[in-house]
């Protein structure tokens, strides 16, 4: 089977894509170097939430104002289609307290003392394969 063409995606069915997904890739900044770490997240409004340890690298090197990029996947291995959604923006801590409940979101792995984080979309592309 053959590879279809690579279409750029729309911001509404990119949007909508990345509302599907629940874990993704981020890529920060981190002690001089780049990192990438996959987590868990939630999408809200234009705001992405992610919960990760208050003393892993993404909270202490992440946030700030170099920004960070963030990027989620779908690749169906049969029919060789899929889709990405990248998307760019700042990172900082969220004041818990302001969260509507429906917010709730658990680390992806056990963290006993985690930390909230929203990733502002400021740009945001998606493309399909197939």
Same mark, same amino acid.
């Not at 089977?1 to 890739?25: D, I, K, Q, S, W």
């Given at each position: 089977?053959?590879?279809?063409?690579?279409?750029?995606?729309?911001?509404?069915?990119?949007?909508?894509?990345?509302? =599907?997904?629940?874990? %993704?890739?981020? #890529?920060?900044?981190?002690? $001089? *170097?780049?990192?990438?770490?996959?987590?868990?997240?939630? &999408?809200?409004?234009?705001?992405?939430?992610?919960? =990760?340890?208050?003393? %892993?690298?993404? #909270?202490?090197?992440?946030? $700030? *104002?170099?920004?960070?990029?963030?990027?989620?996947?779908? &690749?169906?291995?049969?029919?060789?289609?899929?889709?990405?959604?990248?998307?760019?923006?700042?990172?900082?801590?969220?004041?818990?307290?302001?969260?509507?409940?429906?917010?709730?979101?658990?680390?992806?792995?056990?963290?006993?003392?985690?930390?909230?984080?929203?990733?502002?979309?400021?740009?945001?592309?998606?493309?399909?394969?197939?």
């Amino acid at each position: 089977m053959t590879n279809g063409p690579l279409t750029t995606l729309g911001a509404e069915e990119t949007r909508e894509l990345l509302g =599907t997904a629940r874990v %993704g890739h981020i #890529a920060y900044h981190s002690r $001089g *170097s780049l990192d990438m770490t996959p987590v868990n997240y939630r &999408l809200l409004g234009d705001t992405i939430f992610i919960r =990760t340890g208050e003393e %892993g690298t993404l #909270a202490e090197g992440g946030v $700030g *104002s170099q920004g960070v990029a963030f990027l989620v996947t779908y &690749l169906d291995r049969l029919s060789q289609t899929g889709w990405s959604v990248k998307v760019r923006g700042p990172l900082w801590r969220v004041d818990e307290a302001s969260m509507p409940p429906e917010m709730e979101l658990d680390p992806w792995v056990g963290i006993h003392q985690s930390v909230l984080l929203g990733l502002a979309i400021e740009e945001m592309t998606g493309r399909r394969v197939g």
